[in-house]
């Protein structure tokens, strides 16, 4: 199983806005007056985002209540990856248990906005839609043991939320590559 790190956007970025669809077709963009904005690429089928979805599913119960606004997106190429098409998308989330939206990025031009790399990715904005964290969930991958507790990103979540800075010292998500459409990848990997 091939391993890509995330790009580690620069803290400090603004939110990139979008409008994507859910699985059922309605569009979603970033909310005004959120105290925090989750965003989480991710897909159906990469082995690191099957080995945290309980997690992901946990933090959207346990942070959606506190008025966090969280979405995942799928960017991947559904002609190459039929299993992340929409309509395995919304059995997904169904089955996972996700109470967030989960987005459709079809052209893929909001990951490249946000520089995602892999599955998953993640990107924690504060009120002010500033990034404050993007990195890992936590410390486990498939295979190491490690327990799946998503540390790192509840510790930025709570630090937001209790208006402290977020920890600087951030570790690089790893996961699957995002699965560019043939032309479509971006720069930021040279």
Same mark, same amino acid.
């Given at each position: 199983m091939a391993a890509t790190e995330s790009?580690?956007?620069?803290?400090?970025?603004?939110?990139p806005d979008f409008s994507l669809p859910d699985t059922a077709g309605r569009h979603w963009s970033l909310?005004?007056? %959120?105290p925090a904005v989750l965003v989480m690429f991710i897909c159906n089928h990469c082995p690191f985002v099957i080995h945290v979805r309980e997690e992901l599913a946990r933090i959207g119960r346990d942070y959606g209540g506190r008025g966090v606004a969280i979405f995942a997106i799928n960017a991947n190429d559904v002609t190459t990856?039929? /299993? +992340? &098409?929409?309509?395995?998308?919304?059995?997904?989330?169904?089955?996972?248990?996700y109470t967030f939206p989960y987005l459709f990025d079809e052209s893929q031009s909001v990951a490249k906005a946000y520089r995602? %790399? $892999?599955t998953p990715?993640?990107?924690?904005? +504060?009120?002010? *839609? *500033?990034?404050?964290?993007?990195?890992?969930l936590d410390g486990s991958r498939p295979g190491n043991d490690v327990p799946v507790d998503g540390r790192d990103?509840?510790?930025?979540?709570? %630090?937001?939320?209790? &208006?402290? /800075?977020?920890?600087?010292?951030?570790?690089?998500?790893? &996961? $699957?590559?995002?699965?560019?459409? @043939?032309?479509? @990848?971006? +720069?930021?990997f040279g």
């Open positions: 790009q580690m956007l620069p803290l400090g970025t603004p939110a909310p005004d007056g %959120a990856h039929p /299993d +992340d &098409g929409p309509d395995k998308m919304a059995v997904e989330a169904e089955r996972a248990g995602a %790399a $892999c990715d993640f990107f924690l904005f +504060d009120g002010d *839609r *500033r990034l404050v964290y993007r990195g890992q990103l509840r510790a930025a979540l709570e %630090a937001v939320l209790d &208006g402290r /800075d977020v920890d600087p010292d951030q570790r690089p998500s790893i &996961g $699957c590559n995002i699965k560019w459409r @043939a032309g479509n @990848a971006p +720069d930021y």
